[in-house]
């Protein structure tokens, strides 16, 4: 009997034994399987956001490159006259059915901001702001109207809508703010002048269908209400997940800049001795009809003085003042 006893206690203890390496396990694999879980997020969210910053530089480059973009009409290898070229400096419209194009024109009477979707691309053009979106319809954006490369307010006649002057003076300010604390009145932790606010707006939150096409049923609170405020953050993380980044006025200034203060000839003469004189200053005529130069409209016509089409030769109502804000030479 004590041997049949011993037996059976060492059967037990071999079945305890196995039970505790079974839970110990379960327990190993299941730590595991989280710590892989949440890396996989983490990795996700940073790629996302490393998208966002992507697609902020392609809306710059977008910016810049508005004369070579929209230098035919579409399909065409013909190119506009030289008015009807817009300068650097416009931004897309936003996409606003969720299809991936860009919806232009866009704005209104009396729109300070526009916001939508971040568009594909603008297949006309041949121009990509997402190559591979890894959630659809996640990016959106904040857009000051006046910079807009087609906006409905300012219309000069049924193709191009477009705000002039637009320069570093004009507007005098951009109409966007970000605060990164929005529970304070810490004016210090509020940006001003910004043009555009880019976000990834993640998963649902609270009662958010996504597959309604609407600010509010991406983004939270300060961010999906119209205004042209924003925030960065909020106390609760649960009815918040925006991610959130801005284009300042600087860097708007300093990526257009890039193009219009080009200086790599002396006078008229191609070369390579720069002059301190902006290329672009001699190779204008001061008489032409070009973006460069500035806006000129005969008569008033309110809100702005270069905002309406008349048959007058006189008028540039395309100029965005270029020549005045980088003072060139007479």
């Keep these: 009997m004590h041997a049949n006893n011993q037996k059976k206690q060492q059967g ?8 505790a390496l079974v839970l110990g396990a379960a327990v190993w694999f299941g730590t595991v399987n989280n710590i892989q879980s949440n890396s996989i997020k983490i990795s996700l969210q940073d790629e996302n956001l490393r998208e966002l910053q992507r697609i902020k530089d392609r809306m710059l480059a977008y910016a810049v490159l508005q004369p070579e973009i929209f230098r035919t009409d579409s399909g065409s290898t013909v190119p506009r006259a030289q008015e009807d070229i817009p300068g650097p400096g416009y931004f897309p419209c936003p996409d606003t059915d969720g299809d991936g194009n860009s919806n232009a024109p866009c704005g209104g009477v009396g729109s300070t901001v526009v ?21 659809a319809n996640q990016y959106w954006y904040a857009v000051d109207s006046r910079f807009l490369t087609q906006n409905s307010e300012y219309y000069y006649d049924l193709s191009y809508k477009r705000f002039v002057p637009l320069n570093r003076a004009s507007p005098a300010i951009a109409s966007l703010t970000l605060d990164d604390d929005p529970l304070t009145t810490d004016d210090d932790a509020r940006t001003t002048d910004i043009v555009m606010v880019l976000f990834y707006a993640g998963p649902p939150v609270g009662n958010q269908n996504q597959s309604v096409i609407a600010p509010g049923n991406f983004l939270e609170l300060e961010n ?14 649960l009815t918040f997940n925006d991610y959130v980044i801005p284009i ?14 080009i200086d790599l000839i002396t006078g008229v003469t191609a070369g390579t001795t720069p002059d301190r004189v902006p290329d672009l200053c001699d190779s204008v005529a001061v008489t032409d009809l070009h973006w460069f130069n500035d806006c000129k409209h005969i008569g008033t016509v309110p809100p702005f003085t270069c905002t309406f089409n008349t048959v007058n030769t006189d008028e540039n109502l395309y100029g965005q003042g270029w020549r005045t804000d980088l003072s060139c030479p007479p």
Excluded: C, K, Q, Y
Aim: no cysteine; proline share 5%; glycine share 6%.
């Design 12 to 19: 037990f203890i071999i079945l305890m034994g196995m039970l």
């Design 115 to 135: 916001i939508g979707l971040v568009p594909e691309s603008v297949s006309s053009r041949h121009f990509t702001f997402i190559d591979e979106p890894l959630e």
């Design 224 to 237: 999906s209400d119209g205004d042209a405020d924003f925030i960065t953050t909020s106390a609760n993380p």
């Design 248 to 261: 300042t006025r600087t860097e708007w200034n300093a990526a257009v800049l890039s193009r219009v203060s």
